[in-house]
């Protein structure tokens, strides 16, 4: 029997009003209300209580009364407020789509995704979790958004195939799963997978065998990618690896089709990287503590994995990053979020936080047992100059370890800060402060080092120039000429790379044609412009992050 909508319509409405009549019954007794005070407006005592309630909110306060006809011209101004039908009507949608692009010009934001073209120095690639793809073909004196405006604007990191003949071949992942805020647990973006791009980045396509489509809802390992490698070294194959939640991936046919190197199932590990030496096509990997698969795996064919994981390594580890020696691919570092073991660290906040720095030494066989030596150099990472210029991972949200190509003992770490050691960490006496917090900063107002930011996710080597480095980190993009100096002089490359996350803005309702934004960017602090020209820089009062806005 087809039931009519009337009489379903009448039936779902006398439904609530049951569910309301009885919520009514049921809970107004509870409810907490002052002491001594009526629990509703109006009494046998004082019946034109509600009227004179109501009378005293509505009146105009010059006269004392309702003003006339004010129900008609309250049902004339909803008629004015923007509804269905207008946004259905192609005049709305035109007038509604003019949109001027405000800037700031001069403010980046947290990039997580770097690379350089292999091909010409000169073009970067960067991307940030909110704001796209970027791309730089004058070495980030100008940049141009790749992503297209209807894709997902997510960007976690990125590879190129820089094997002869293969060097337009791009990757990206996609999803952060660690925060937006470094507070908040709860706040990292969901992606859709990889990306790939066969015209050197300047456009992308989804890879359909890692999409999800449903950003919002996590249902599948790819919607968030934490890293992705090629195989330089093999000449057969267009092998890739990703390094996703719970999963390292392969694929040997340029990411159509995908294979589970290791992880995966029911109970799965968090965190997850890869890493795939450029010469020898060695694979590294890492799998947090959480799933049957934890440890740390080497791989010469990238078919049979080993676990290296030496003796004396801590039980709880999180997030475990890897960085390779390029004159030298037998030297490995692992550097991570260790909760109870290795170095602790006490934020500005009092809390405290582990972390460890190994390094491991490929000797011979599988590399286990006398195969790989292990070093243990937690001991001697960075924890004097408190309480902004200490190693602080913020749990291994910002985690970076780089090795320079030409020096194998010159090696960089960075967690809210950047430091650099000129013998591996061996020791804690050669290790110098570049980047991050001004040195000594402290509250009230917490000064960033000059034209740099706090919070490293990448760092980058020129082939030409070793001592040329990039930096990526929660400021946007960076650039040294020199990384051997004792102070680093660091130059911004946000010129037009428009991609700082806003948590607020505010603009003035008041004042028609007014050109003042107020914005609380996440970790970049407040901005203030009142100019409508993109290219004029916006200003800040101070930094950190950014909130709520008024004028």
Known sequence: MKLSHSFILSTIIAFVAILFLYNVSTHTQTKLMPAGEPMSIGSADDADARYNYELMRLRDPATGRIPDHIRELEL??????PNDAMFASQNFKTAGATWNQRGPYNVGGRTRALAIDVTDENIILAGTNSGGLWRSTNGG????????????????CIAQDIRPGKTN???YGSGEGTGASA???GAYFLGNGLYKSTNGGITWSPLTSTNSNTPHTFEKFFDVVWNVACNPADTVNNTVY?????????SIDGGTTWTIAKGGGSTYSYYADVLVTPKKGVVYATLDSQGPDKGIWRSEDG??????????????????????APSDENQVYFLGSTPGFGTPDTNFQGSVEWNSLWKYTYVSGDGTGSGGIWEDRSANLPKTGRPFNTFNAQGGYDLVVKVKPDDANTVFIGGTNLFRSTDGFSTSGNTTYIGGYELGAKLPVVNMYKNHHPDQHQLLFYNSDPKKMLCGNDGGVFKTTDNTADTISWTSLNNGYVTSMFYTCAIDHATSGNNVIVAGAQDNGSWFTNNANPLTPWVTPRGGDGSYCAI
């Open 76 to 81: 004339a101004f909803a008629r004015t407020i």
């Open 141 to 156: 004196t100008s940049w141009t958004q790749t992503t297209d405006i209807n894709q997902l604007q997510n960007v976690s």
């Open 169 to 171: 071949t791009w990757y």
């Open 183 to 185: 507070s908040a647990g």
């Open 242 to 250: 990703a390094a996703t939640i719970g999963v390292i991936y392969k």
């Open 303 to 324: 078919v049979t994995f080993t676990n290296i994981i030496p003796a004396g390594f801590p039980t709880k580890f999180n997030r475990i990053i890897i960085g390779n």
